[in-house]
């Protein structure tokens, strides 16, 4: 099926240890985003690759290192995993536009994963 | 950036009446999104309006737009217990990465 896969879907670190989190898509989106997801707070940016080679830092990228390993994949490393961090950890993609002279036009729907629920102890 | 902010942060209805939620936003836009999340799950795109519509109709949604007063409406009809979900709104355009606000979340009782 096509779509966003995300791994894992559930993991318990200790406050320290480091993970990386898994996504990849196979719809041929140029940009890849990461959120997090907390109570109340709705969904915050925490880094984007609007497109292949580039990535860019979100609302919240304090604590997280992203990789684009290529057009399908884009990872989120937690290098000390803190408290803090404990969230539900959402990957997506989609189409963003540009010009012919790279003007952006925008998104045109994002494609989520099902998330990545992430505890630190 | 961007950002959609929804209203209300809660609904409680019966099944079988509309449900309505807002969004407002701030700068100029290309397009507006909603978005249904179940609990537990990812969102889910419902539905995308260009910023030169005013209206648009899926099924029992109806998004209307106007770009004047910054602000987004969803409506759904004859709700059903199924539709209950926190629904979000997002802001596409120009060279900014768009942003969810907290979103409305939407109980419909049977």
């Known amino acids: 099926n096509a779509g966003v896969t995300q791994t894992p879907k559930f993991q318990v670190l200790k406050t320290g240890q480091s993970m990386t989190l898994q996504c990849a898509q196979d719809m041929n989106h140029n940009s890849m985003y990461w959120y997090r997801q907390d109570p109340g707070m709705g969904l915050r940016l925490i880094y984007y690759s609007a497109s292949e080679g580039t990535t860019d830092k979100g609302e919240v990228p304090n604590g997280y290192n992203v990789s684009r390993l290529n057009k399908r994949e884009f990872s989120l490393r937690l290098e000390s995993a803190a408290p803090s961090q404990t969230s539900v950890y959402f990957c997506?993609?989609?189409?963003?536009?540009?010009?012919?002279?790279?003007?952006?036009?925008?998104?045109?729907?994002?494609?989520f994963g099902s998330g990545t629920r992430l505890t630190v102890v | 950036s961007q950002q959609g902010e929804e209203d209300p942060q809660a609904l409680s209805i019966q099944e079988g009446e509309n449900a309505t939620m807002n969004c407002s936003y701030k700068t100029s836009i290309n397009n507006l999104q909603w978005y249904r999340q179940n609990s537990g799950r990812g969102l889910v795109h419902l539905i995308l309006?260009?910023?030169?519509?005013r209206e648009k109709h899926s099924g029992r949604l109806r998004v209307t737009l106007d770009t004047s007063k910054k602000s987004s409406s969803l409506l759904i009809t004859a709700s059903r217990a199924a539709d209950t979900a926190s629904y979000f709104c997002?802001?596409?355009?120009?060279?900014?990465?768009?942003?969810f606000g907290r979103g409305t979340s939407l109980i419909v009782h049977p």
């Open positions: 997002a802001t596409g355009g120009g060279s900014y990465i768009p942003t």
């Open positions: 997506a993609s989609s189409e963003y536009l540009t010009t012919s002279s790279g003007v952006g036009l925008g998104t045109y729907g994002y494609t």
């Open positions: 309006i260009r910023s030169n519509e």
